[in-house]
């Protein structure tokens, strides 16, 4: 499968613990979006990364969130000291080039459900 | 920030049945796109729309970009139980920042 892979799956944190959550885009996207979606909510757009730059992190709260996009390696999302609020559905999107026009669809992986004890 | 609204929020059908579903906004997009989510997944690009009036048909799905390009139908076509799902749709004026729906929740029954 040469789709966005996003891992763990699944991640269950206490109050106060560390989440980092990791994406591979799709082979050959320099692209990287980072979404959260809550229990009957739409996914909210959180930040848009190239490699080794944020774009835009205006839909990530300023404190406690973190993104990066290595030169190697996967995209990371990273959040401190989580709270109970932090638990979600993440999910990770993808694009070939810059996201000008209906040609450069963002394509989604399946998510990281956080849950925080 | 631009609100998307999707009506309605629940859908339950027979097999064979239409159904058509809405997007809505008092904001103009350059883009919309629709999305299909199954439990557990991501959601799954359908189309996008660009222009005013557009229409897009998909097998059994046809999509409308409205005239104002505010808002956005689905409509299904003798709907099958594997067109189960929750499809969004989402816009955006930069195209990165998608804004998206809540979705729609439509069940096909057999």
């Known amino acids: 499968n040469a789709g966005v892979m996003q891992n763990p799956r699944h991640l269950v944190r206490r109050r106060g613990q560390e989440a980092r959550l990791r994406c591979s885009p799709m082979k050959g996207h320099s692209h990287v979006y980072w979404y959260r979606q809550l229990p009957e909510e739409g996914l909210k757009f959180m930040v848009y990364l190239q490699k080794e730059n944020i774009i835009d992190e205006s839909g990530m709260p300023k404190e406690r969130f973190s993104a990066e996009f290595p030169k190697e390696g996967p995209s990371i999302l990273r959040i401190q000291q989580v709270v109970r609020g932090d638990s979600a559905a993440y999910f990770c999107?993808?694009?070939?080039?810059?996201?000008?026009?209906?040609?450069?669809?963002?394509?989604f992986g399946d998510g990281t459900r956080l849950s925080i004890l | 920030t631009q609100l998307l609204e999707q009506s309605p929020q629940f859908l339950s059908i027979q097999e064979g049945e239409n159904l058509t579903v809405y997007c809505n906004s008092s904001?103009?997009?350059?883009?919309l796109q629709w999305y299909r989510q199954e439990p557990g997944e991501g959601p799954v690009l359908l189309v996008t729309v660009v222009t005013g009036g557009e229409v897009k048909k998909l097998k059994r799905l046809t999509f409308q970009f409205g005239d104002a390009r505010k808002d956005s139908s689905l409509h299904i076509t003798a709907a099958q139980t594997g067109d189960t799902g929750l499809y969004l749709c989402?816009?955006?004026?930069?195209?990165?920042?998608?804004?998206f729906g809540a979705g729609t929740t439509v069940t096909v029954r057999a």
């Open positions: 989402a816009g955006g004026s930069n195209d990165y920042k998608l804004s």
């Open positions: 904001s103009v997009f350059s883009s």
């Open positions: 999107a993808s694009s070939l080039g810059p996201p000008r026009g209906p040609n450069q669809p963002q394509h």
